[in-house]
């Protein structure tokens, strides 16, 4: 936790804030912070800052909070994603949220299994929680919207159309001979398949849909490494 | 697993191997592998080809194998990495190994708690076999080596300079000016820092050493986060 990320609820006045819970421990286990103590704070969807804390004992802490800086720009990159197996997709959404993408579609495909889609990690509030935590990690602030698509041709024909009008589309595969672009620094959306890879029907979908099939050299990688080097190869900097 | 590593120790003929422990039970619980079938399988630091399931049962699998492929090429980086956590080092071993780095260097740092040199993950056991999912994961064979120095001022004065000569190097510190480069595509030398980085007089011993301080923009990456995306910066593919 490199900044505690303040929600409304947090606040007790303009600028007092009360911490409970898993951000109180952190601050009495990790930190070993005391009365006095500054730390980094941010505000959901808002500004970064300082906190001092003001009152601290076992039930919770209170902090006067000052917030006067920017968060880091987010990545223009809307991430396409198959539902990946739970315990990844917990490390992969953190992950994600870290790298400052704010756009992520997870859907089916055929090589997910339908098990995946019963993990409570998909809950509203696991899913928060766990783009919190890479926020957290990465000092950023803006919370990314997360969708939930378990058809995957109403996805691909009605939905993605539209998004690759304002980000074009990239798909991870294998077979094709075109290496993925570099350095394109550009809005982008970057489709990426299940473990073994989306069919060569998705894959057909995804180009008619307006996906370019680009392939990323013969290591195959997990999705949660996968992601990172792909977002180091098309972005000079995490800061765009 | 995407490929069956395979050692001197498994082949029983010129072209027969046989496998137990974790790679049989790979075959039959995970890819309900049955007699007839073929399977990627490579030999540590050799070719890569694929093996034939001739005889299966709950103690062993037996296979003929034909080794006709190169192993995707290493990349040319020098990892060198504060100690992590115990539970992120085991994943980072994977990780680096996937993406093809063969030169490790785990060090000491002010901010590596000392209790992170007596994990089990540290025996060679335990590191050849976490390298061995990472290469199985990418379909490699190159098994990378990892050096251990837990005295980090000898390190930096004694045997850096001479990796440097070959590899020039690169240390991440958020403080400095220098965004890190991209798409160098060439030999390099990578240090990373633990949780909170390098205190300033071990920066300052890695430039003196010979290193270029770079920053990596203001997101705070986790270690197993932070070398894919570098991956991804400073090489056009994982080829090289």
Known sequence: MNLALLTDEDFVGDNQVRLTGRRLRHLTDV????????????????????????RLNNDLAELTVALDQRPPLPLPLTLVLA????????????????????DIWIINAYKVEKSFWQTPWLEPEALT????????QARDTRMPTVHLRQRFKPFVED??????????????HPGTDRPCPTHINAPATLCIGPEGGFIPYEVDKLIEAGCQAVHLGNRILRVETAVPVLVGRLYDSCNH
Chains 1, 2 share one sequence.
């Not at 912070?33 to 300082?50: H, L, P, Q």
């Not at 929680?129 to 957290?136: V, Y």
Request: charged share 25%.
């Open 31 to 54: 930190l070993k912070a005391s009365v006095g103590d500054e730390i980094t704070v941010g505000r959901v969807n808002g500004a970064i800052g300082s906190g001092r804390l003001t």
């Open 83 to 102: 539902m990946p197996r739970p315990k990844m997709f917990r490390r992969v959404l953190q992950t994600v949220a870290a790298l400052g993408v704010k």
């Open 129 to 136: 929680e766990n783009l919190t935590l890479g926020l957290e």
């Open 159 to 172: 939905e993605l159309p539209g998004i690759l009008q304002e980000r074009p589309g990239l798909v991870a």
